[in-house]
């Protein structure tokens, strides 16, 4: 059984950090590209931030570029995001994702392979 497990979300004031975690468990995780993306009310699921295997590229979305950073570690099974300076457009679900691909970071949902259940990430103006 495949399963990817976020936490860390909650309610954060603007200009605030939070920490998100994703453990990932079964034959996840080294070999696969992970990322998070994230979902508001009556808007679409959107590419946030990917990671490839190694860790050596990084992808994010322009809207939280230079504000969150994405990184794993292997060894625990996990993958973080780093949010920093967030502001009221960033209150959504946030959703892990593992691809089969181990390299190349898209940024399609329909490219992800696994979910986790989604982490709700509220910021109060």
């Known amino acids: 059984q495949v399963q990817l497990v976020e936490s860390g979300g909650g309610l954060v004031q603007a200009g605030g950090s939070l920490r998100l975690s994703c453990v990932g468990s079964?034959?996840?995780?080294?070999?696969?590209?992970m990322a998070w993306f994230r979902q508001a009310p009556r808007k679409e699921r959107e590419f946030v931030a990917g990671?490839?295997?190694?860790?050596?590229?990084?992808s994010y979305a322009d809207v939280v570029k230079g504000r969150f950073t994405i990184s794993r570690d292997n060894a625990k099974n996990t993958v973080y995001l780093n949010m920093d300076s967030l502001k009221s457009e960033d209150t959504a679900v946030y959703y892990c994702?593992?691809?089969?691909?181990?390299?190349?970071?898209?940024?399609?949902?329909?490219?992800?392979?696994?979910w986790g259940q989604g982490t709700q990430v509220t910021v109060s103006s």
């Open positions: 994702a593992a691809a089969r691909d181990s390299i190349i970071v898209r940024t399609l949902p329909g490219t992800y392979n696994w």
């Open positions: 079964g034959r996840l995780f080294s070999d696969n590209v």
């Open positions: 990671i490839s295997w190694s860790g050596g590229t990084k």
